[in-house]
């Protein structure tokens, strides 16, 4: 109780409040939210920054020596191919954490159309995008993930992502444009099933700030539907979405890892921690720490996430406001 | 009631009829698939060379020479009957069609539901342990809501939410059978639903292949892996409706009359918070059959998850489709009898 009353004097008693400010606050508040936002940071800077410190290339072989335990030289051992498994673990690192904000910003953009039309307009468009959602939730996804998946193995999707897009993600996973094409078609997969539920969420409010004062102040002064939308609509459902999407963030990466891990997500040259723990599979007897580190990762980064967006969800929620 | 329920009934057939498009389209537009082996067999030149009438023989017995639309409809519906073809009677009349590779010429539906007792097994044990200590603990939290343990609770079921099911299930392995194996404690075996040969486990002594016992150590783990998520998210679920239901009037009343806490947290409290309970796993079926995929790989268990994951490596697309169509049918159902149940367990609930 003490606590709110502080924050009530600082929002009387000075003038001008930034209201970032006072979000902080209340986020800070979160202990395990301040560990997820370090121990992200530390994943962040493993895979982007580490792979400029490490010494070898992902791909870099020491054929005298595979299996190897864990030494000064190769902190986590040698795979079966003798590479580096902390550089690699680092490489695969940024396609996960990659992956999983490219998957995540589209599945936002993605929601945010498809609700806040469906919740605006109402009628027609909105029964056929609500019906396409409830059809779309009603599919069994893990299984058809799956498939899908399976159909990319095979070399024959049939579409593909534009090839500057390819390159733009083959320049940061330092990979082929091909095989960025083929973790792009993932991606789209995942996007493909993930829209449902922001767009359901966006739906409902918009629903309930269609109506509102502001909302009819904007139509008496003659604004156009699209703008009500983009400037009145969406700026403020964003604390529900900001929320939805850090847990997007973490579901994602545990998505993908499962795919991977089935064997049909991220193929080799190319790793995601969830692919690392699939190749390691055979070797786990004598290589333990190999299924444990990787698995560790997607852990630590998919729990980060969600004590993140459990603070948010406290921190961002208006009715706790003065 | 009789109309909403006939609106839900016509709405859940046409989702499986879009998933049955989807999943045909899905198999049948990328290249590749059941004979691409054969036919790389035949540009190799073996010395038993396989000829192009065995490809076109193969082609047509799987239907795979037709226009797609033809291929579809006569699996699905069993038209147009082609007169050097075997006779088909579609999906609508109970013939999902025959296996290609797992298990050749048997009926796919045969071949998943000999899988089926596997899979219940797992997830009949998975739903009841995730029932009872996802719901006892969350009755424990919100009656002692705030004190150590809640917290405890609360940390616990972020940590369950967040694991990924192939990482417990792999560490569990690592740990109680390989690990506990080598330090000379009981182990438990690390997969399969029974054993082929009979095994000491230290203080316990031999174990009888196939016996009861041995089942029994055999489903452990993969139970708790796959019970994880759903404990979780049950127990808050349960801490959520319960801390509600004890702000009631009603519990104050049944509390000022004199009862003991006990009756009011079981009798009062409980039965209520529960409902919206009874929702949640009902709609959750579906994923926890869905779920049993990943577990089913890592413990090799032999239920319809794994013959799923099967007959994709191996392009048996038959199969494969059929498993999509009953997890869809699973899916319908259990939102249905999810609606049904919400109107009769709380009766203050009309459907519209």
């Known amino acids: 109780m003490a606590a709110t009353i502080t924050d009530a004097e600082v929002l009387l008693t000075e003038k001008e409040t930034n209201q970032f400010l006072v979000i902080w606050k209340r986020f800070r508040k979160h202990r395990l939210a301040l560990v997820g936002v370090a121990v992200l940071t530390f994943l962040f800077l493993f895979s982007f920054v580490g792979p400029s410190l490490s010494k070898y290339s992902p791909e870099t072989q020491f054929l005298t020596d595979p299996y190897g335990t864990p030494t000064k030289e190769f902190p986590l051992g040698t795979d079966e191919l003798g590479r580096d498994v902390m550089t690699r673990l680092m490489w695969a690192g940024r396609i996960s954490l990659v992956l999983s904000i490219f998957v995540t910003f589209s599945i936002i953009i993605i929601g945010i159309i498809a609700g806040s039309i469906s919740g605006y307009f109402g009628g027609w468009t909105d029964t056929l995008v609500m019906r396409t959602v409830d059809v779309m939730l009603t599919l069994p996804t893990l299984p058809l993930l799956l498939i899908l998946s399976a159909m990319t193995l095979r070399g024959g999707f049939p579409l593909s992502s534009p090839e500057i897009i390819n390159r733009f993600f083959a320049w940061i996973w330092n990979m082929s444009s091909d095989a960025a094409g083929l973790v792009m078609v993932l991606a789209a997969i995942l996007i493909f099933f993930g829209w449902m539920g922001l767009a359901r969420l966006v739906r409902g409010q918009v629903l309930s700030l269609r109506n509102m004062e502001f909302a009819d102040a904007a139509r008496a002064m003659g604004s156009s539907s699209w703008r009500i939308i983009f400037r009145h609509m969406i700026p403020n459902s964003l604390a529900p979405i900001i929320v939805a999407a850090t847990f997007s963030f973490g579901d994602v990466i545990i998505l993908e890892a499962a795919l991977s891990f089935l064997g049909f997500g991220v193929q080799p040259p190319a790793a995601s921690w969830g692919s690392l723990l699939n190749n390691v599979r055979d070797y786990m007897l004598i290589q333990p720490w190999r299924a444990f580190v990787p698995g560790l990762a997607i852990f630590l980064a998919s729990i980060s996430y969600n004590f993140i967006g459990d603070a948010l969800r406290d921190a961002l929620d208006p009715r706790l406001k003065l | ?352």
């Open chain 2, 1 to 352: 009631m009789t109309a909403f329920l006939i609106r839900r009934v016509a709405q859940g057939i046409f989702v499986l009829f879009i998933s049955s498009i989807l999943v045909f389209l899905l198999l049948y537009l990328a290249p590749g698939g059941p004979l691409s082996e054969i036919i790389v067999q035949k540009r190799m030149n073996a010395r038993y060379p396989i000829r192009q009438e065995d490809i076109d023989r193969l082609e047509k017995q799987y239907d795979l020479d037709l226009p797609l639309w033809q291929g579809y409809t006569r699996w699905a519906f069993g038209w147009p009957n082609l007169p050097d073809r075997a006779e088909r009677l579609g999906v609508i009349r109970g013939d999902f069609g025959t296996s290609w590779r797992i298990s050749p010429n048997d009926q796919t539906m045969d071949v998943i539901l000999r899988a089926l007792p596997n899979t219940l097994k797992l997830t009949i044990s998975s739903v009841l342990l995730s029932l009872l200590v996802g719901v006892s603990a969350g009755i424990y939290s919100a009656v002692h809501q705030y004190s150590k343990i809640d917290y405890t609770i609360t940390a616990a079921t972020f940590f369950g939410t967040a694991m990924p099911v192939f990482w417990l299930g792999t560490m569990l392995i690592l740990l109680f059978a390989f690990k506990f194996k080598e330090w000379g404690l009981p182990y438990l075996p690390p997969g399969s639903v029974y054993g082929a040969r009979d095994y000491i486990i230290p203080y316990l002594g031999t174990i009888t292949a196939n016996s009861l016992t041995d089942q029994f150590l055999r489903l452990i783990m993969p139970t708790i892996t796959l019970s994880m998520l759903f404990m979780a998210g049950w127990s808050r679920y349960t801490r959520s409706s319960m801390l509600e239901v004890l702000r009631q009037d009603y519990i104050r009343a049944a509390r000022s009359k004199g009862l003991s806490e006990r009756v009011v947290i079981y009798k009062h409290a409980l039965r209520n918070a529960l409902i919206p309970l009874v929702t949640i796993v009902t709609l959750q079926l579906p994923f926890i059959f869905g779920g049993a995929v990943i577990t089913e790989t890592i413990f090799n268990w032999h239920g319809m998850g794994l013959v799923f994951i099967d007959s994709l490596f191996q392009s048996d697309w038959p199969v494969a489709m059929t498993y999509i169509l009953i997890l869809s049918a699973l899916t319908v159902a259990s939102n249905l009898l999810a609606d049904v149940l919400y109107t009769l367990v709380d009766p203050r609930i009309r459907v519209s």
